[in-house]
């Protein structure tokens, strides 16, 4: 062997190991790489929406991993035995499950106390509608941490912590740079939020705060905007079509 093949090492961010005679483990293997697609999720959203949500949302995130990494320096604490022949670094707490537990609870009080669906014209049919939402997003949550478990990357007690730091850091984010801004616009927070709204860099990279102006975040608005204009389009030239 040489020596540059000795020194090649694979990269684990993206490198799962599941027992294959198992298609369960299989299906958690893809799973558990869904903080790692999410990330290009988020950065696609920010460029194309400009929304603040999305890129607070996502720099809560980034800071959610920074506590962690640092949280696994200050305690060091090993992974499960038999996780140690293929992975590195220490498992206390589980950085997926506390980016899983971050990425719903965010998500979940945003859909509850502000974000509001079309309607069905149902009232039941579109409070059903928001209860699968929910529970949609905890199902994900909790399969994501669990392949943590089944895979023997981390024990029930790294588990445990990742998804309640996690879940912390997304309430008390939400709270502070969502909820209370838009309940209270003349509190600190709300005077922060509007001074990033109306701060020159902001104007000049077409930021926008739709959340605070459309219950739906102007989904509705646009597609409207849109439909208005495709059926003037679309009547121009069934004019010059019959000319």
């Not at 939400?174 to 939020?193: M, Q």
């Not at 646009?222 to 495709?230: A, I």
Request: with cysteine; proline share 3%; glycine share 6%.
């Amino acid at each position: 062997m040489t020596d540059i093949a000795a020194e090649r090492v694979s990269l684990d961010l993206t490198h799962v190991i599941y027992d294959a005679s198992s298609d369960t483990s299989f299906v958690l293997a893809l799973l558990t790489l869904s903080p790692i697609l999410l990330m290009p999720a988020y950065a696609v959203l920010a460029v194309h929406t400009r929304e603040l949500t999305i890129i607070n949302m996502w720099a809560g995130q980034l800071l959610s991993e920074g506590l962690n990494l640092v949280l696994k320096h200050i305690f060091k604490q090993e992974r499960p035995v038999d996780s140690q022949l293929h992975l590195y670094g220490y498992g206390f707490p589980s950085s997926h499950s506390q980016y899983m537990g971050y990425f719903s609870a965010f998500l979940i009080c945003h859909m509850y106390f502000r974000h509001r669906f079309a309607s069905s014209g149902s009232v039941v049919l579109d409070q059903l509608f928001r209860v699968i939402v929910y529970l949609g997003l905890a199902a994900w949550c909790a399969i994501v941490a669990h392949s943590r478990l089944v895979l023997l990357y981390h024990t029930p007690h790294q588990v445990k912590w990742g998804l309640g730091i996690g879940m912390v850091l997304g309430v008390s984010h939400y709270v502070c740079t969502e909820l209370l801004p838009a309940k209270f616009p003349d509190s600190v927070f709300g005077r922060i939020r509007s001074a990033i709204v109306n701060h020159p860099i902001s104007v000049w990279l077409q930021l926008r705060d739709g959340w605070s102006v459309w219950a739906d975040g102007g989904r509705e608005a646009e597609w409207k905007q849109w439909r208005t204009e495709w059926l003037k389009q679309h009547a121009r030239l069934v004019g010059k079509k019959t000319i």
